[in-house]
């Protein structure tokens, strides 16, 4: 949906906004837009719907005619030059789409959106391939270092559906490829763990009895001399879940500067290269409105080569 911050718009509510709540949907469609602004805005009652005034809480219906008032935004964050590079590396990793989905092959080193790292991420990239395409949000995150199948919903509908297969727990399979420190031992075997954040680190997580709950299925698919390839299937989708759960078993993944060994990955990174997190999420599988999606992302180049080294 294209919104001029510099004069009041006027939106109709479709099915991909129905039953969203107002506050959310002026979060949604103006991404770069504080906040507390939007609460005021709403608050002052400058936004209407159907020419009143309404709550936060207030919960869109089909028909519903939103007037959004001039809401200024500095031209500097406003205005994003995505590199072509970047555009041209999206468009060729698209995997899968339909009227449902999209799904990407998503390199390491882009974030899944904007932040602190980059003032774009996959989604910004993704809207700006498909400028035509009236909604695009993304299902579930991927780490910045981490790549891999991502999934992106085409309608509110879809994402409401994907949602709740993945609160569902086994309704969405995700896979990953990962190769850790060490010869596992322990065979194909499912592990749970209580995380949570470590105080004062807003991002890294520990194992702690107060965490929530996190469980993981470990198939080892290869071992070499020290170290294990490994298939990982999650059953929860905590913050930086494998990789925390790992490092507590003591086979850390290899270029993992948080939880990692700094030795083998040293090692790794002058010997073979390797400059990254040896994370990829490589299978995605789910039924959506009677179809059966099986999505794979083949390994990147840079994670391969190191493997056939070791042959």
Known sequence: MPINPNQVNLYTISENEFNQRIDNFLLRVLKKVPKSKIYR??????????????KPEYKLQ??????IPPIKIEASIESVDIPK????LIHKSIIVEDDNIIAINKPSGLGVHSG?????????ILRQIRSDSSYLELVHRLDLETSGVVLIAKSRVVLQELHQLLRDGHKIE???TTLVKGKWQRGKQRLSHRLERQNNQAQKVKVSNEGKAS???????????????MEVQILTGRTHQ??????????????????????????????????????????????LKGKQYEMRAPLPKELNQVLQRFS
């Open 215 to 229: 469980t993981s299925i470990f198939n080892p698919k290869k071992s070499y001399r020290d170290t294990t390839l």
């Open 62 to 67: 089909i028909g519903d005619e939103v007037r």
């Open 85 to 88: 590079k970047w555009i041209d």
């Open 242 to 287: 494998i990789r925390t759960q790992l490092a507590h078993l003591k086979h850390p993944i290899i270029g993992d500067s948080m939880y990692g060994d700094k030795h083998i990955n040293e090692k790794f990174a002058q010997k073979y290269g390797l400059r990254r997190l040896f994370l990829h999420a490589s299978r995605m599988v789910f039924e």
């Open 116 to 124: 602190s790292h980059a003032p774009y991420g996959l989604i910004e």
């Open 41 to 54: 805005v709403i608050r002052k009652g400058e936004v209407r719907v159907n020419k009143k005034r309404i």
């Open 174 to 176: 995700k896979y990953y």
